[in-house]
């Protein structure tokens, strides 16, 4: 991920949010995708910031996207895009105040955000719960996007109780920084709870101009230029189930629901 100062760091953060839009409209043409969970393997992996940008990228493009505060325990996302709610999930869950209400606006035009009440008791009985399914359907009904920033899959169950009901599942990867067995179990465990994973994204990672910050993979691991030119040999990948996820570089993830190998992309930081 480029440094604060970087000239280029707000461009490639758009560039790969935008990226990362596209590769998620194309997962699933039968059946599109509209609630999200963002998640990762460990702690400081930069999920927040992901699931920040790619909300705007969202919004952006004219859909209205609802960011959701699922990290009850370390909440960051009010801190991330500057507002400050009123409200937030366990009133609505309790009958004390509809979503409507609860769910702020934020600078960026049709992006929504709906935050968590501190001190939240046993989070994953609340996200287990039929309430908060409901609640989720209720969303999808007003939102053309849902996005869920949960902890760290390898640290709290939440992440995985969220991803069995909804749409799509994907792992952020710290470049260099998550090791093999980790990422490898983050993935495992999501895999058990039936998450539909989409595929990763590999964050932090070092600009590169002439890639356009951002690479594809091929199911069997060939990098691809963009406009669909020569193929390069992509690092070494570790594999699963008949997906693989790298903690340099992502190789597609094929999603058990549609049977179609997705595109991991590259996410810099802005």
């Known amino acids: 991920m480029p440094r604060k100062h970087a000239p280029a760091s707000a461009e490639v953060a758009q560039n790969a949010a935008k990226t990362l839009y596209a590769n998620i409209r194309f997962a699933s043409v039968d059946a599109p995708v509209k609630s999200i969970v963002l998640t990762s393997s460990v702690p ?9 940008h790619l909300a ?22 009010a801190d991330e895009i500057g507002v400050r709610a009123r409200y937030g999930i366990y009133a609505v869950l309790s ?31 609340i996200l287990s719960s039929q309430r908060f399914k409901r ?11 849902v996005l869920f920033d949960t902890p760290p899959v390898g640290t709290f169950v939440d992440a995985a109780i969220i991803s069995t009901h909804a749409d799509a599942t994907i792992l952020v990867v710290r470049e260099n920084f998550a090791k093999r ?25 070092a600009a590169d101009a002439s890639d356009h910050y ?36 992502p190789a597609p993830a094929t999603s058990h629901r549609t049977g179609h190998a997705q595109s991991g992309s590259r996410f810099s930081r802005g």
Do not use: W
Request: net charge negative; with cysteine.
């Open 181 to 205: 067995e980790e990422v490898m179990g983050a993935f495992e465990q999501l895999k058990k709870a039936d998450a539909n994973i989409i595929g990763a994204v590999a964050n932090m990672c």
């Open 44 to 52: 400081n992996e930069g999920k927040t910031t992901v699931a920040h």
């Open 214 to 249: 951002y690479s594809y993979y091929t199911k069997d691991g060939k990098r691809v230029r963009k406009g669909g030119g020569e193929s390069l040999e992509a690092p070494s990948m570790p594999a699963a189930r008949g997906a693989a996820v790298g903690a340099q570089a």
């Open 56 to 77: 705007v990228a969202i919004a952006s493009s004219g859909k209205r996207v609802l960011l959701v505060e699922c990290d009850m325990r370390r909440r960051s996302l």
């Open 95 to 125: 009958g004390q105040i509809d979503l409507e209400d609860a769910v702020s606006a934020t600078s960026q035009q049709n992006l929504f955000f709906l935050d968590s009440e501190p001190h939240i008791p046993n989070p994953p009985d």
């Open 135 to 145: 609640l989720e359907a209720a969303m999808e009904a007003s939102y053309d996007y």
